[in-house]
């Protein structure tokens, strides 16, 4: 009697593919973002208000929960999780599918000989498209971050902004957030390709157990982690202080910018920096590995890998 044998499973691709790489990006950065929202309102506190805020990151926990309760730290919450469930769509489901575009246009050879540049363009064009989501929704955080009063949560406080200071005002950070996120989101992708790539070149991946490429996935995020932290923190501080007040009477978004800029210097850029590198890294291990599961779990197995 003759074994039946499965057929392999189908590989997606076109929509099917694409969209279930965009629903792991939204759930990854979702619940990272939204679970360290303590840590940025913190990090958000610090930068807005380094002489009250400045016993470092411990010291700015305890000044919140002591002043206003352990419930301030949540604080901002909602329009974390909407915005980065957006942006991780963008982001993640953009990343792969720019990357296979540039495969297309220029060939698996060549793309992979080159692919620290598809790497890069892949990551930049991505995270343009994520931030244009992610904007309105980031100025609402801030804005109910930096001032605990102006409204009880996301819809509210969207709502008011919305009301009484026009469209312009959520897009108002959008040229500091495309310098802090563009940079930020081309070293996150690079450096863990990289540093994937280095582990798999010893380690080959086919052997891996799925366990084993999950602690992969941590350990190269939480390096790509600490250098987007780095190379994006002067624009973080630029965008949390920026969407913290309105501007004034004619003053245009640039000219706001470089009194931000003259007034921060560069030490003053980097205000808060101790508590984003540890929320950057911790969120960014975690996405990637969140990330690579979901993936799995949902079969979005047809990508295209060019790593050596």
């Known amino acids: 009697m003759a074994t039946k044998v499965d057929a392999p499973a189908a590989q997606l691709s076109g929509v099917q ?5 965009a629903l792991a990006g939204a759930i990854c950065c979702s619940v990272t973002h939204g679970a360290l929202t303590p840590v940025d309102v913190v990090k958000t506190r610090i930068q807005l208000d380094p002489v009250t805020y400045n016993n470092g990151m411990i010291g700015g926990f305890k000044k919140v929960v002591q002043s206003e309760g352990a419930g301030a730290l949540l604080t901002g919450v909602g329009p974390t999780f909407a915005g980065y469930f957006l942006q991780g769509a963008f982001k993640f489901g953009g990343y792969e599918f720019f990357k296979q575009q540039s495969i297309n246009y220029l060939g698996y050879d060549t793309a992979s000989k080159y692919r620290t540049g598809v790497y890069l363009a892949s990551s930049a064009a991505a995270e343009f498209f994520a931030d244009i989501a992610l904007c309105p929704l980031e100025a609402t955080r801030i804005r109910l971050v930096s001032e605990p009063t102006f409204a009880s949560g996301l819809v509210s406080g969207f709502g008011k902004m919305l009301k009484t200071e026009g469209v312009g005002a959520f897009y108002a950070g959008f040229g500091p957030i495309l310098f802090k996120q563009i940079p930020y989101t081309m070293a996150k992708f690079v450096v863990y390709e990289k540093v ?3 582990v798999y070149s010893m380690y080959p991946k086919k052997d891996m157990s799925d366990g084993l490429q999950t ?6 995020g939480l390096v790509a982690g600490f250098a987007a932290a780095i190379v994006s923190q002067p624009a973080d501080t630029m965008l949390s202080k920026i969407n913290k007040t309105k501007g004034l009477p004619g003053e245009g978004t640039t000219a706001r910018l470089i009194k931000i800029g003259k007034e921060l210097g560069l030490k003053g850029s980097y205000t808060g920096i101790g508590a984003r590198l540890f929320m950057v ?7 990637f590995a969140i990330y690579g599961d979901v993936k799995k779990a949902l079969g979005a197995t047809g990508g295209v890998e060019i790593g050596k």
């Open 17 to 21: 593919l694409y969209s279930r790489f």
């Open 196 to 198: 994937a790539e280095a």
């Open 215 to 220: 602690t992969v996935n941590l350990g190269s």
């Open 281 to 287: 890294g911790t969120l960014t291990a975690f996405q």
